[in-house]
């Protein structure tokens, strides 16, 4: 258990809708990043956060959205569903978000869009 | 943009032999990730690599890294059943330095037989 928490574990629904994935990093750690795991895609940084603020982002398309909250919990918005968006998508943590900080990732939250 | 290569993307191993698995990247870094996922899991996070010539190991796992030549290789000795996974290189590359931002690679998929 790395100890970073997602939720839900798994998701299914309709194009075009929206849905929420939460996160919450390990205690301590203030960086928190996103990552989009699919099989033709493979394992791509979608956004970072450091305490509050976004820090870095990446393939991260105009349709998501992310936010780190005071508590440092984090939600990664997703809406017009597409069907390509069904992935595994992790929620990662570590202690500053600079180079060289071992990153913690969760056990992640399958979306299926249908 | 940098590009993350692991070779082979597939490898049956016999248990109790050797095997070395390697990541190739495109543009100077001094960190490397290694991460294991066992399938529909989480990333394990393996081994951090800050310079060059870094060597960490962990049980049957060495890793190291040569910066000059853009390449960390994976060791494995003795494989055992419970080594079956895919291994997953990462570099951590960001333009500013300040922010950590990590590439995977495809995955290298192990399979352990007897």
């Known amino acids: 258990d790395s100890g970073v928490t997602q939720t839900p574990k798994h998701l299914i629904t309709a194009t075009g809708q929206r849905v929420t994935l939460r996160c919450s990093p390990r205690?301590?750690?203030?960086?928190v990043y996103w990552y989009q795991q699919s099989l033709d895609q493979g394992l791509q940084f979608l956004i970072q956060?450091?305490?509050?603020?976004?820090?870095a982002k990446g393939n991260i398309l105009e349709r998501f959205s992310a936010q780190q909250f005071p508590d440092l919990h984090s939600e990664l918005n997703l809406s017009s569903l597409e069907l390509g968006d069904s992935a595994l998508y992790f929620c990662a943590s570590s202690v500053s978000g600079t180079q060289g900080n071992t990153i913690y990732f969760g056990e992640g939250s399958w979306l299926t869009v249908v | 943009e940098l590009k993350v290569e692991q070779n082979p993307l597939f490898l049956s191993m016999q248990e109790g032999k050797n095997y070395t698995i390697y990541c190739n990247y495109s543009?100077?870094?001094?960190?490397l990730y290694w991460y294991r996922q066992d399938p529909g899991k989480s990333l394990e996070s393996l081994f951090v690599?800050?310079?060059?010539?870094a060597v960490k190991q962990e049980g049957r796992l060495m890793a190291s890294l040569d910066t000059k030549a853009r390449l960390s290789t994976l060791h494995i000795t003795a494989a055992v059943h419970d080594l079956s996974a895919t291994y997953f290189c990462a570099v951590d590359k960001d333009g500013t330095g300040a922010n950590s931002k990590l590439t995977f690679g495809k995955g290298i998929t192990l399979s352990v037989r007897p």
């Open positions: 690599l800050l310079s060059n010539g």
């Open positions: 543009t100077t870094s001094d960190r």
């Open positions: 205690s301590g750690d203030l960086s």
């Open positions: 956060y450091y305490n509050g603020e976004e820090r």
